[in-house]
């Protein structure tokens, strides 16, 4: 299979999308392909970028959002957020999107990624992200191994509360709205137990018989195009 590096430029001129485009593509096709398809097909399987990443919004006072321009300014831009994620949950609902199941698969695809990374397991996790997702956490385990020699995770069941933060799509084609990916932004907040073991097996941090609240905000990304595709992390926002 041929690889191809693809670089993509983001824009972001509608108000409910993000487009992508392709700026290059770097292969290294044979005269013959050239020959017989006269282009290269290119099919792309993630952005490779969170969109407006979630950050949350500062509250202010009812007063300064009703009788100030910042205030009118702040509420037109707190409508267009949630204009952006109504319009992507309905797109997704066309799809036959549940929250309820979406939810399940979540909470599972959290708790399959965490005990890849505890374990190590490069391969099996290299199917539950994206491509940029997974270098970054192939360099975050190479990392840790540097300074612990194995760790235990677990995650107690069931979790405390999860729920969706926001939605974007981002478009890959202005003449196919159909074409796009979607990301949906989650919380979730759950108790876990770690234990961290240096090369001679002793403990060196955490406790295992010890639950601690933790709160991670990740976004997840589906293609609404590609047959077959599935929820993939793509990001993790800071908290």
């Not at 190479?142 to 799509?169: G, N």
């Amino acid at each position: 299979m041929q690889r191809l590096m693809v670089n993509v430029a983001k824009e972001a001129k509608s108000p409910t999308f993000c487009y992508v485009r392709l700026l290059s593509v770097k292969a290294n096709p044979s005269p013959a392909q050239i020959q017989r398809s006269g282009s290269i097909n290119v099919s792309m399987t993630s952005p490779g970028f969170v969109y407006e990443p979630y950050a949350p919004r500062e509250k202010i006072p009812f007063w300064r959002r009703c009788f100030t321009r910042a205030g009118w300014k702040r509420t037109k831009d707190d409508f267009l957020l949630e204009l952006k994620s109504a319009y992507a949950i309905a797109k997704l609902r066309k799809s036959g999107y549940s929250k309820k199941q979406f939810y399940g698969e979540a909470v599972e695809l959290y708790k399959e990624i965490n005990t890849h990374i505890a374990s190590g397991d490069k391969g099996s996790l290299r199917r539950c992200v994206t491509e940029t997702m997974y270098s970054a956490l192939k360099n975050e385990i190479k990392s840790r191994e540097e300074v612990w020699k194995s760790i235990y995770w677990e995650l107690v069941i069931p979790i405390q509360k999860i729920r969706t933060l926001q939605a974007r799509l981002i478009g890959v084609d202005r003449d196919n709205l159909d074409k796009v990916f979607v990301q949906l932004t989650l919380e979730f907040l759950s108790k876990q137990k770690f234990e961290a073991y240096d090369s001679s097996g002793a403990v060196v941090s955490g406790d295992r018989h010890k639950e601690v609240l933790v709160r991670d905000v990740w976004v997840f990304e589906k293609s609404m195009f590609h047959p077959g595709s599935y929820w993939r992390l793509c990001g993790r926002i800071k908290v």
